[in-house]
């Protein structure tokens, strides 16, 4: 029997404010899965860096308390407890949901900005786009713009916009790994 007083209780303060974590959706777990499966692979043996997922608090050094969907932290000594890092993710993924997508598309954003997040990507499981962003001297810049794009949707558009799709991403914090939107959009449900 599920009791609603037993919920795990998911926030993140915000520039001050709390603000509630609603369940996600299953094409947002889907996606995380794909990723996990994707940078555990990837990280797996290697002492390059640890990949976390939502269920950790990352406490920035400006104060804000953030759980992304999906982090990966090279720098262990941030690293200081089972439940918390203290300091700024290497990477880090934010999956949009309705409820929270002006967060992650703004306010976290900037906020990943000044504190120093290596390379974010918004991931929009709505339109299945990824947009990524790598910090150039203390400014976020849009590195790329890739679409999913079925084989039907694909053989439709003419050779200029086919030579324009972005579909496989490389990684900048990692100079051997390279994600394809094929495997982040992978099985999901309508």
């Known amino acids: 029997m599920y009791d609603d007083n037993l919920a795990y209780d998911s926030y993140e303060i915000i520039e001050g404010e709390k603000i509630m974590s609603p369940s996600p959706f299953k ?6 899965i794909n990723l996990c499966i994707k940078f555990g692979s990837y990280l ?10 939502d269920n950790m608090d990352v406490h920035l050094p ?5 759980k992304p969907d999906l982090f990966i932290v090279c720098d262990r000594r941030i690293l200081k407890d089972k439940t918390t890092v ?15 997508m002006y967060y992650d598309r703004n306010k976290k954003k900037r906020i990943y900005e000044s504190n120093g997040v290596k390379e974010y990507w918004i991931v929009n499981p709505f339109d ?7 910090l150039r001297e203390g400014k976020f810049e849009l590195d790329g713009f ?3 794009l079925t084989e039907d ?18 990684l900048s914090i990692f100079d051997d790994l390279t994600v394809s939107v094929d495997d982040i ?6």
Do not use: Q
């Open 146 to 148: 890739y679409s999913f």
């Open 62 to 66: 400006d104060g804000n308390l953030v």
């Open 44 to 53: 797996r043996g290697k002492k390059i860096g640890r990949l976390f997922t």
């Open 86 to 100: 203290y300091g700024v993710p290497d990477f880090v993924v934010e999956i949009l949901s309705r409820s929270t």
């Open 153 to 170: 949707e694909f053989n439709d558009l003419d050779d200029e916009d086919k030579a324009a799709i972005k579909t496989d991403i490389k």
């Open 27 to 32: 094409s947002h777990m889907y996606i995380m």
């Open 128 to 134: 299945e786009t990824v947009s990524v962003y790598i």
């Open 185 to 190: 959009f992978y099985d999901l449900e309508d």
